[in-house]
């Protein structure tokens, strides 16, 4: 019998009910192409739109660009989902319902969209959300999340077909996605094929199934030859025969597609450390085909494309090839997509309690996990580190008595486990949440045994039961260390407000100053004066601008024990406020870092002089100087000094050329915070005395941010963007009664609320 080769794509968190979705909507495999700046109003329902969706980040600076009302006209946001979501957070209006009522939500939505009907029932806020989509006709936009079944997402594609947005928030492309010329087969076909002896050799590249479904790692052994190409070794690279090292993505050359098609083309950042092979020379060599350099294999797939070396050259120096973004189709939708439109209802009340299983907001399917940067990073919501806690409701908290940390065994069919809990408000009742790619066996020295493996569930069957566990709680750690808070009144820190009152009166956030006399403050006298703006309206809460001064300052990663202490030591942190009840709270989020105040209460307390200001408004540190009293971090009222109790730096597993050379390292026993990147500030100056141009200055945070929420530059410079920023109605300062005259200034969130849905 001749050999065959099946080629089997697979992802631990995949977007297959998506694929099918469109292919049911529209018989042929095309891709959604979303442009969330064109839309007045949006639905989202479980959707990841914001925070993890393919092009999410261009989505995020699309959506945030129409969010403040004195830039531009804002437009509506609605979410609909069980657990809370960065979509959710960002939403006008967000609505709770259990997954069970999600599908009578999309069948009754679908009802009045497509069918034009208007059935009775369903919850009070649904038919004036179905007037708000179809009285903007054009510029609507529904969103599904991923774990909806393929006819729920032919659904919501008739429903953005309906509203007309196709050209115009959205558009129908060429699927990005490699089409072979046989149809790829499923990772269970796969491991059926395993078990019964049909699979002679297998070869896996750069993928941990052994991990991620525990059935894979039994199934391998019936494979009388296998082979992981792996960059270390993890849990499929230890169970397969063969074990070969894969060079990092940042060693190698290679090409990818992005949402929309458009290639880039992926360049080395280092030499070689371990010399390594890559995925295209490890193809080549299972074809019987000499080994070449994988650049010359890139340049020769898109010579067409790039025919000159100047082409090659531009091609290179963009990261992209121009025009190759995929076409768009002139597809129409199918009939069955709006037979499919209306999915049954379900009933209320499960059961049992609902397992949701989602990916880490940061090791996602848990590739991540040997990253110390990913482990130590809070999550958006909870604020919790090193752990993924079972995250409840507060309704089942109460019921079980339960408090955060507290252990309880969970159970679905013959699948159990045990591991703390974590209350999350805004979740549905009766959901439970475990976030997937923790407790991974063999992910590395920061990795392994962290957290509690939940993929076990993800194929187990039955019923879930959750119950107290016997024994003590454990500590969880958490970069909150006070309690949440859950107010009915807006916080004067992180302020708010909504469109109507913008209206009335645009700077009604801004409270009048009160002149203050004082010995200590200094006034600006230097030609330049460096400020920051921040746009509450913009930011997300993703967490990267804290990831990205983390990297660029070589700021230490403390561990476990010691964030229980609380001595974590990031510069920046998002701060999360919530307002209202527990079981449905609005959230907001706001980034608090060093106010580099004009009247800096920290420097009148330094004995040593060790923090100090600079001419031009910066509050610098000294670290030569510190002596570690941290009087500066008792007197400061925004909390954003970090003591650096022991060697941190020292003790990284980490070699020397990771880190930044134009930033110290700082020892033992001082004081750290932001310096708004003032080896940037120099280097900035550096290149504008050598090219004669004008000084342009990006911090790190400012960077990273995909929405643009952060603006940083010399606010005597009329012309600058931070300075306009400034001059926004909106703008306040933070705790103004301080008397501290914060060089960083926010601009208040405004909510665009539908007056005919009563808060």
């Known amino acids: 019998m001749p050999l065959s080769l099946v080629w089997h794509g697979w992802d631990a968190i995949g977007r297959e009910n998506v694929t099918r979705g469109l292919g049911l909507a529209y018989g042929i495999p095309v891709s959604v192409i979303a442009d969330p700046g064109q839309a007045d109003v949006l639905l989202a329902l479980d959707s990841d739109l914001l925070d993890s969706a393919p092009g999410h980040l261009s989505h995020a600076r699309a959506f945030a660009a129409r969010r403040n009302p004195v830039n531009s006209t804002m437009n509506r946001l609605y979410a609909v989902e069980p657990t809370p979501s960065l979509t959710g957070v960002a939403a006008d209006h967000r609505f709770i319902a259990t997954p069970a009522m999600m599908n009578e939500v999309i069948g009754r939505l679908s009802a009045r969209l497509l069918q034009n009907e208007a059935p009775s029932g369903g ?321 590395g020295e920061t990795g392994s045994n962290v957290g509690c493996d939940l993929y076990p569930f993800s194929e187990a069957e039955g019923s879930v039961r959750i119950e107290a566990a016997r024994g003590d709680s454990i500590s969880v750690p958490s970069t909150e260390h006070h309690a949440t808070l859950i107010d009915a009144t807006p916080s004067d820190v992180a302020r708010r407000g909504t469109l109507a009152q913008f209206h009335d009166r645009p700077d009604f956030l801004v409270e009048a100053p009160t002149p203050q006399d004082t010995l200590y403050r200094r006034e600006p006298d230097a030609p330049v004066a460096w400020g920051m703006s921040i746009d509450l309206n913009a930011c997300i809460g993703c967490n990267a601008c804290v990831t990205a001064c983390q990297v660029e300052n070589n700021i230490p990663v403390v561990g476990r024990d010691e964030v229980l202490r609380q001595r974590e030591m990031h510069w920046l942190r998002i701060d999360r406020f919530y307002e209202g009840t527990e079981y449905a709270p609005d959230t907001f989020f706001q980034p608090m870092l060093c106010m580099h105040c004009e009247q800096a209460p920290c420097e009148t307390v330094c004995p040593v002089g060790a923090t100090t200001h600079d001419s031009e408004g910066l509050n610098v540190m000294v670290y030569n100087r510190c002596i570690g009293t941290k009087f500066c971090s008792n007197n400061c009222p925004y909390k954003v000094r970090r003591f650096n109790y022991f060697a941190f730096a020292a003790t990284e597993s980490r070699p020397a050329i990771s880190r930044n050379p134009d930033v110290s390292v700082r020892a033992r026993g001082v004081m750290e915070k932001c310096t708004f990147c003032v080896q940037r500030i120099a280097q900035a100056r550096i290149a504008a005395d050598r090219d004669e141009t004008g000084e342009h200055v990006v911090t790190a945070c400012q960077a990273a941010c ?31 009664e301080q008397g501290t005259h914060p060089r960083v200034t926010y601009e208040g969130r405004i909510l665009n609320r539908n007056p005919a849905i009563p808060s």
């Open 123 to 443: 919850p009070d806020w649904l038919a004036p959300l179905a007037a708000d989509l179809r009285a903007h006709h054009g510029r609507a936009f529904v969103h599904l999340g991923p774990d909806y079944p393929p006819e729920a997402q032919a659904a919501v594609l008739a429903m953005n077909e309906a509203l007309g947005g196709r050209g115009k928030v959205f558009s129908i492309a060429e699927s990005p996605l490699y089409q072979p010329a046989v149809p790829t087969s499923t990772l269970k076909a796969l491991m059926d094929d395993m078990e019964c002896g049909a699979v002679q050799a297998l070869l896996i590249l750069d993928v941990n199934p052994a991990s991620q479904s525990p059935r894979f790692a039994a199934a391998l052994k019936h494979v009388s030859t296998s082979i992981a190409l792996a960059d270390r070794p993890h849990e499929t690279a230890l169970a397969a025969q063969w074990h070969v090292p894969l060079a990092h993505a940042m060693e190698e050359w290679g090409d990818a597609r992005g949402h929309d098609g458009t290639v880039a083309l992926i360049q080395p950042q280092a030499m070689p450390l371990y010399g390594g092979m890559n995925a295209l020379s490890a193809l080549h060599a299972c074809l019987g085909q000499p080994l070449r350099p994988a650049m010359d294999m890139v340049r020769e797939t898109w010579r067409d494309q790039l025919p000159s070396p100047r082409d090659w050259h531009d091609a290179l120096a963009t990261g992209v090839i121009t025009g190759t973004a995929s076409r768009l189709v002139d597809v129409p939708l199918r009939q069955v997509a709006m037979r499919v439109a209306s999915p049954a209802p379900s009933p209320r009340t499960p059961p049992g309690p609902v397992l949701l299983l989602r990916p880490d907001p940061y090791l996602w399917d848990g590739r991540g996990a040997n990253n110390p940067w990913l482990q130590e990073l809070p999550r958006p919501l909870s604020k919790v580190v090193w752990d993924n806690p079972l995250l409840i409701p507060p309704d089942m908290a109460q019921a079980m008595n339960l408090r955060n940390g507290d252990r309880v065994i969970l159970t679905c069919g013959t699948t159990r486990t045990q591991l703390p809990v974590w209350i999350q408000p805004g979740q549905a009742t009766g959901c439970v949440v475990g976030l997937l790619g923790w407790g991974r066996r063999h992910a």
């Open 706 to 736: 995909p929405t643009r929420a952060i603006s940083f530059g010399d606010i005597n410079d009329p012309n600058a963007e931070v300075t306009r920023r400034k001059a926004s109605p909106l703008t306040y300062a933070a705790l103004p």
